[in-house]
């Protein structure tokens, strides 16, 4: 079976820019959630979503949003890049009642 | 969701129990003790929770004192692969597709030793 598939595993963005990095959960799973960690850090939450809807929201500006389509698939995008957004984007996907799988990841890098 | 205190790193070597602590002295009733790991440039890996009683699966062993306000993963015979940092959340039960955010610390470093 498919695990949580992120995309693309690493980019290179210059200050300024805007990126959107994709995710797609395992098949059946409806939530969907993304997650921010710079070197040396544990990750942090930045959204979750369900059916589409989103249900919550970590301590993140408004430069960053996300949204979930029919099939469950989701993207996070963010505006004008800092340095300091230079980190590695979980994704992860749950069933009702288990914990969360997680995704690889998407290596931002921020010039 | 309660605050979790893990020691930074920890040595154990191959074959033997590893046995990582976590306190959590202000849980409430209704939370419960999560563990992930996470192996290096890797997501983090769902291992085993727990509310009170002792819980045991395929991975691992999750012992939580009586009064709740510490735990201890065991994992029974490490391996070189068990090498990774190891995060204690604890939160309200997941359910219901509410706000389901996992708030990880800084977790434990285990490195097992050939």
């Known amino acids: 079976d498919a695990g949580v598939t992120q995309s693309p595993t690493h980019l290179i963005k210059t200050r300024g820019q805007h990126v959107t990095l994709r995710c797609s959960p395992i098949?059946?799973?409806?939530?969907v959630s993304w997650y921010q960690q710079v070197l040396g850090q544990g990750p942090q939450f930045i959204f979750q979503y369900y059916e589409k809807e989103e249900r919550g929201r970590g301590n993140f500006p408004d430069r960053f949003s996300a949204r979930q389509f029919p099939n469950y698939s989701s993207e996070l995008n963010v505006n004008a890049l800092l340095l300091g957004d230079s980190a590695l984007y979980l994704c992860a996907s749950r069933l009702q009642g288990v914990g969360y799988t997680f995704g690889s990841g998407t290596r931002l890098t921020v010039v | 969701d309660a605050k979790t205190t893990q020691p930074p790193s920890m040595d154990c070597a191959e074959g033997r129990a590893a046995n990582l602590p976590c306190n959590h002295s202000t849980i409430s009733g209704n939370e419960y003790v999560y563990w992930y790991r996470q192996i290096h440039s890797q997501g983090p890996q769902y291992i085993i929770h727990g509310l009170k009683n002792n819980e045991t699966n395929e991975m691992a062993s999750l012992i939580i004192t009586e009064d709740r306000k510490s735990s201890t993963l065991i994992l029974p015979h490490a391996t070189l692969r068990d090498t990774a940092v190891y995060y204690c959340i604890v939160r309200v039960a997941i359910s219901n597709f509410g706000n389901e955010k996992l708030t990880f610390g800084t977790g434990t470093r285990l490195t097992i030793i050939p």
């Open positions: 098949s059946g799973h409806k939530s």
